[in-house]
């Protein structure tokens, strides 16, 4: 919604433009040029962001024309024609910066996104993201990768209770940390518990959790953990999955696999604006 992008898309441009304006532009390009370009990718991947990266032009030059010829989803191929702008000279160039590096960054969580969801394609497991996001960013961060084919973790700490292995140490075990979720916990929170070994995670199934986290185990063990949940509880599995490691976690029969540094780490999508003539 564009009332949640404009907060975003304007504090970027605030920082671009800085105390005078393009004073490159305001130099060199006429005040009443105008100029027709096109957003154009330089390599293949998935789309994301886009909307991000046309309020930029459209907060600096409300009149401009967009068409838009792809959707946050789409795969694209090298030379793919993203969307085409008509407009003020000097508007278009002062957004082009801020428009692509949004276009780019999000466009690579989607590509890396899809590349993991591939992966792992034949089996159930989710691919779902987590909350290691740019600062500022992640809702839309979290947007790509739903473009890309996965699924969201939690937005906030607010979301769901998940106790790390911090939380269980400082609460003095699995079963303590568990108890006192569970008290606190609304009817509607659901309760996700850390464990790195199996005999955790047979401590966390006695007391009742919601899902486990089950972390850096092998693609063995995770076998293991899964037979002993049994559907009792949603499994997740982390840690430095890589889509070459995926699919074998994938076998293991989790329901998700969470990865951070498709948010994080994610390579960007290179994109540029070419005008016309």
Known sequence: M???????????????????????????????ARVEAAIVARGEGVIAGLDAALLAFELL??????ERLCADGDAVGRGAVVARLRGQA?????????????LCHLCGVATATRALVEAVSGYKAKIVCT???????????????????????????????????????????VRPALER??????HLVKIEIEVDTLDQLAEALAVGVDAVLLDNMSPQTLARAVAMVAGR???????????????????????LISSGWITHSAPILDLGLDIAG
């Open 2 to 32: 564009r009332f949640l992008l404009e907060p975003l898309v304007r504090a970027a441009l605030r920082e671009d433009l800085g105390r005078a304006g393009d004073i490159t532009s305001a130099a060199v390009v006429p005040a009443k």
């Open 61 to 66: 030059d409300p009149a401009i024309a967009i």
């Open 90 to 102: 000097r508007a278009v160039l002062a957004a082009e910066r801020t428009a692509l590096n949004l």
């Open 131 to 173: 909350r290691k996001t740019t600062p500022g960013l992640r809702a839309l961060e979290k947007a790509a990768v739903r473009a890309g084919g996965g699924a969201n973790h939690r937005f906030g700490l607010d979301d769901a209770m998940l106790i790390k292995d911090n939380h269980i140490a400082l609460a003095g075990g």
């Open 181 to 186: 979720a569970r008290r606190q916990a609304g």
């Open 233 to 255: 509880a949603v499994t997740e599995a982390s840690g430095r999955i890589t889509r070459e490691s995926a699919p074998a976690v994938a076998a293991s029969g989790v329901d």
